[in-house]
């Protein structure tokens, strides 16, 4: 399975808010800390299992993967699914009939027979706006990539997990599957 966002949201914080947070005044470091705020959102996406703002995803699943049900992740809002077609291994795509139906947490795609191939689906969510504690999750994280730009504990080598506080913040809106 590979998930791909191929249509961003609009970015949940300000490159203004990031600076206050950071307290930077200057603009040499607006690059950088762009680039950090979306992976920030991405980060906290993937921990929480959710989509922020409305954005366009593509699921990818091999003909083993695929199923009579097949959920589509981060789809707590479904706005459409904008393209449902198989994949032969020579690359041609195949639309194929399906509906939908809201499963415990995402919604389904309920493929009308049995796809011939890899699927690919593309779909349009709208998972709203983070909360105050997603934003402050966020902008922890990005404080902690902008003052250790190394993936690693300069003393210890070793590779740093999420810190805690981001964690904990996070947690609470976390999607269980």
Known sequence: MKLECIKPPKEILTLDEVKTFLRIDGTEEDALLTSLITAARQQAERFQRRAYGRQQLRLTLSADEAGQKIELPRSKVLVKVDKA???????????????????????????????????RV????????????????????????????????????????????????????????
Not at 92 to 101: D, R, V
Not at 163 to 169: D, E, I, N
Request: charged residues 20%.
């Open 122 to 177: 593309e779909y349009t969510v709208n998972g709203g706006l983070a909360d105050k504690s997603a934003r402050l999750a966020m902008c922890l994280l990005i404080s902690g990539w902008f003052e250790n730009r190394l993936p690693y504990a300069a003393d210890s080598k070793a590779t740093m997990e999420l810190p805690f506080g981001v964690t904990a913040l996070l947690q609470g809106e976390r999607v269980l599957l």
């Open 85 to 119: 077609v198989t994949v032969t291994p020579d690359g041609t795509e195949q639309p194929f009939a399906f509906s939908t139906c809201c499963g415990d947490v995402n919604h389904c795609l309920l493929p009308d027979e049995e796809p011939a191939g890899d699927i």
